[in-house]
C-alpha cells in the first residue's frame, strides 16, 4: 500500500482519509489538536448543521466553474454518506441536522468510519512545512520528526475560529510548494458598529430585514433575526451579509424592522394611532409595533423624548418616525474578526487545482480540500457540505492516484 499523509483531522480531512483508506491507500491523519473534529462540535450550536436541501449556486462565493464542477453531487449524496456511517437527518427549513440534535454524533460517527477503515490519526502533532522529496512529499511536524508519503492532502481548513485548531499555517505551506492565496477576511461573523443606541440594545433580539450599503450601493440584503451585541450586530442575515464587506468602504446596515407591513399600511396605521390617542405618548405608538427597547432606540434616534405626546408631533415628526422604524441606520465600523468567525473567505487560488480531483496543477500527488480553498458558503449548511464533498472528492482521488 503507497502511503498518504493528510494534514487536518477537521471536517474536510476525516472524510478525505475514510475515502483514501477504503480506496486502499495507507492513511495518516496529522491534528495538531488533542483530538480531531474539534470544531464539530461547536457547528450549529452545537447541533452540526451539516447540509442544506437546497445547494443552489446562489448560495455560494467562488470561481463559477470550479464550484459547479465540485458540487455535482446533491445534497442527498452528503445525506446518504452520514446515514451510511449511522447519522440519520432531522430537518429544519431545509438544513440538516443529525437527529440526536448533538453535534458529538457526526464527529464521532467520523472517528469510528476512519477507524474502521484502519486510518492512522496522530494528535497533538502540527505540521510545519511540507516539501517535495523525490516522488513523494517530506512532511514536517514541530517537534523535529520527518517523514515521507507519496502523496500528501492539506485540509488544515482557514484561519477563522482558531481556538478550534485552524490557524492558517496550511496556507504559508501551499505557498512554499508554489502556489496562490488570495486576500484572506473573516466571514459569517458579526459586525461591529458606531452608534450610541448599543448601550440600549445590546442582548436584544428583533426580526428585521437588514441591507448592507457601501455609499449608496445597496450591495445585499437579508431577513432574519437581529442580535444586538456590546460591539455591534450578529445573527443569521448579518454573518450572510458579512461575506460581502471585504474590499468594500462606507459600509453603513439599514435595519427596516416593519419589513413585514406595507409603507403605506404602516404610514395609515401611525396616523390614524395619533388622531385616536392624542394624549398618549410616543412609546405606546412603537410598543405595538417593536419590543420595548428598539422603541426607545428608534425614539432616541428620530430625536424624540420617550414622554413626547403624540398630539406634539405633527406631520413632519410622525413621518420620521416612521422612517427611522424603516431604516434603523448603523455605521459598520468592520467584522468582529477570526477570533469569532465561522469561516475564511479567501483561500487558495481554485485556478491551480483541478476540480474533478482536486490535485495540484503545480504539483503532482499534492490535493487540497475544505476551507483552504478560495470557496465559501452562506450560514445554513453550505460550509461542510462543502468541506465534506472537497474532501472526499481529495481522498478518493489521492487512492486512485496511489494506485495508478
Ligand atoms: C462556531 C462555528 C460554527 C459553525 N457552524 C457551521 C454549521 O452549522 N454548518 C456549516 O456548514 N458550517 C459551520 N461552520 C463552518 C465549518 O465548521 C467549516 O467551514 C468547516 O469545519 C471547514 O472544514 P475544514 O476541514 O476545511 O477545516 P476545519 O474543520 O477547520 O479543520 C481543520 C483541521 O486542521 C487542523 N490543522 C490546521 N493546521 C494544522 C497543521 N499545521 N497541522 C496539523 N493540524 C492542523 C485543525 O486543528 C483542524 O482540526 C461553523 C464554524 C464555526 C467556527
Not at 65 to 76: D, E, K, Q
Not at 344 to 351: E, I, N
Not at 362 to 368: D, N, P, T, Y
Request: aromatic content about 6%.
Amino acid at each position: 500500500m503507497r502511503s498518504l499523509a493528510i494534514i487536518g483531522g477537521g471536517a474536510s480531512g476525516l472524510c478525505a482519509a475514510i475515502e483514501a483508506a477504503r480506496g486502499n491507500a495507507d492513511v495518516t491523519v496529522f491534528e495538531r489538536m488533542p483530538k480531531a473534529g474539534k470544531k464539530l462540535l461547536a457547528t450549529g450550536n452545537g447541533r452540526c448543521n451539516y447540509a442544506n436541501c437546497d445547494l443552489g449556486a446562489q448560495h455560494y462565493c467562488g470561481n463559477a466553474v470550479f464550484l459547479r464542477a465540485v458540487l455535482t453531487s446533491a445534497y442527498a449524496d452528503t445525506e446518504e454518506f452520514f446515514r451510511s456511517l449511522g447519522v440519520l437527518p432531522s430537518y429544519e427549513e431545509g438544513r440538516l441536522y443529525p437527529r440526536s440534535h448533538h453535534a458529538a454524533s457526526v464527529r464521532d460517527a467520523l472517528l469510528a468510519a476512519a477507524s474502521e477503515c484502519g486510518v492512522t490519526i496522530k494528535t497533538d502533532t502540527r505540521i510545519t512545512g511540507v516539501s517535495k522529496s523525490g516522488t513523494g512529499f517530506l512532511v514536517m511536524t514541530a517537534d523535529g520528526e520527518r517523514s515521507v508519503f507519496d502523496a500528501v492532502i492539506l485540509a488544515g481548513g482557514g484561519k477563522a475560529a482558531p481556538v478550534q485548531g485552524s490557524d492558517g499555517s496550511c496556507y504559508a505551506i501551499l505557498q512554499s510548494l508554489g502556489h496562490t492565496v488570495t486576500p484572506l477576511s473573516p466571514g459569517l461573523v458579526g459586525l461591529t458598529v458606531r452608534d450610541k443606541s448599543l448601550r440600549l440594545l445590546k442582548g436584544t433580539r428583533v426580526t428585521a430585514k437588514a441591507t448592507l450599503y457601501a455609499g449608496s450601493d445597496a450591495i445585499g440584503a437579508e431577513t432574519g433575526e437581529i442580535q444586538f451585541t456590546d460591539k455591534g450586530v450578529s445573527g443569521i442575515p448579518v454573518l450572510n451579509l458579512s461575506n460581502l464587506c471585504p474590499g468594500k468602504d462606507r459600509l453603513t446596515l439599514s435595519l427596516d424592522l416593519c419589513h413585514d407591513v406595507n409603507e403605506e399600511e404602516l404610514k395609515t396605521h401611525i396616523s390614524s394611532f395619533i388622531q385616536r390617542h392624542p394624549d398618549a405618548r410616543t412609546e405606546l405608538l412603537l410598543g405595538g409595533l417593536v419590543p420595548a427597547k428598539i422603541a426607545y432606540a428608534v425614539m432616541e434616534k428620530a430625536g424624540l423624548p420617550p414622554e413626547t405626546r403624540l398630539a406634539e408631533l405633527g406631520a413632519g415628526r410622525a413621518a420620521l418616525l416612521c422612517a427611522t422604524l424603516t431604516d434603523f441606520r448603523l455605521t459598520v465600523t468592520g467584522t468582529r474578526g477570526f477570533d469569532d468567525a465561522q469561516i475564511t473567505c479567501g483561500g487558495v487560488d481554485t485556478a491551480e487545482f483541478d476540480p474533478k480531483t482536486l490535485m495540484s496543477r503545480k504539483e503532482r500527488g499534492l490535493f487540497a480540500c475544505g476551507e483552504l480553498l478560495d470557496l465559501h458558503g452562506e450560514c445554513g449548511g453550505y460550509n461542510l457540505h462543502l468541506a465534506w464533498t472537497t474532501g472526499r472528492i481529495a481522498g478518493s482521488s489521492a487512492a486512485l492516484y496511489l494506485n495508478n
